[in-house]
């Protein structure tokens, strides 16, 4: 070792130098097998869903891999054949689309407008916005419920819709807003002395530049939404509700129908699941961008 080697391994501080011994194989497969550790619930889940009932009452999901031939897919055959869940699903969809795609159109306009727009009072605005995530929903539960029964949307699909909408908006402008303001402003003038009017700098600028922002609000409320069950069993139509309420009624009414419920509960994970895988990119680049900025 040369004495400059000497030199700069002195000068560096204690957190770099745990830092750099951390990074070695031993803590990669520790991080390895903490992510194990919290799959086995999802893995555990998927195998009892391909178990007959007897099998799941009589032994845990383990026993598959001492007996394979437990594995079977009747469970899923009964689910897709059960109207209940099969109806609940595409409930779901009707209220998590509309839902995400809102409070993403929604939060950008005016994480946009915070950002870059001047307005009387537009600090003071934000501050309220940024206020209202303080707000639990369940605060907003009674008085949202007359107001919805007077407007003639309790128990309706496009209520739902709005109650998570409204909820969602206060984060989603918040982080947009944030996001937005580290554009470059000579970007920005740039193409305004191009003759790009704000319409145009919104559609063509800022919402490519914040796509990997968008694309994380988007997967945050997906999975917010598709997985809320307090607010579906409130506000939602009893007769055609969302698939938590389903699968919760299914419990209710048959008790030893535990194939079908963990087949249903697997599959309406599969969902969000399927959506952050293929849109993981995005999310750790809005992630990444915005521990940088």
Do not use: C
């Not at 600090?123 to 209202?132: E, I, R, T």
């Amino acid at each position: 070792m040369t004495t400059l080697d000497t030199a700069v391994r002195a000068e560096q501080s204690l957190p770099a130098r745990i830092a750099a011994r951390l990074g070695g194989g031993a803590v990669r497969l520790f991080l390895v097998a903490v992510g194990l550790f919290w799959l086995t619930p999802t893995v555990g889940l998927l195998l009892s869903s391909l178990r007959d009932k007897r099998d799941i009452a009589a032994s845990g999901w383990w026993q598959v891999f001492a007996h394979p031939a437990q594995l079977t897919t009747d469970s899923y055959s009964k689910l897709f054949h059960n109207d209940t869940v099969m109806e609940s699903l595409g409930t779901t969809a009707l209220i998590t689309v509309p839902a995400t795609v809102l409070v993403i159109l929604v939060g950008a306009l005016a994480g946009y407008a915070f950002a870059w727009l001047d307005f009387p009072g537009r600090d003071w605005w934000f501050m309220a916005v940024v206020g209202l995530l303080v707000v639990p929903v369940q605060v907003a539960l009674i008085p949202v419920a007359k107001l919805f029964n007077t407007l003639g949307i309790f128990e309706s699909t496009p209520g739902v819709v709005l109650f998570h909408t409204a909820f969602g908006l206060p984060f989603a402008v918040f982080l947009l807003r944030n996001f937005f303001a580290e554009i470059p402003r000579e970007l920005l003038e740039a193409a305004r002395l191009d003759g790009a009017g704000e319409l145009r700098l919104f559609l063509r600028v800022v919402l490519p530049l914040g796509g990997p922002a968008i694309a994380s609000l988007g997967i945050f409320q997906f999975l917010w939404v598709w997985n809320d069950m307090l607010i579906a069993l409130i506000f939602a139509d009893s007769g055609h509700p969302p698939v938590t309420v389903a699968l919760q009624q299914q419990v209710r009414q048959f008790g030893d129908n535990i194939d079908i419920l963990a087949s249903g509960a697997f599959l309406s994970m599969a969902v969000p699941l399927a959506v952050f895988f293929a849109f993981q990119r995005q999310f750790v680049s809005g992630v990444m961008a915005g521990a940088v900025k």
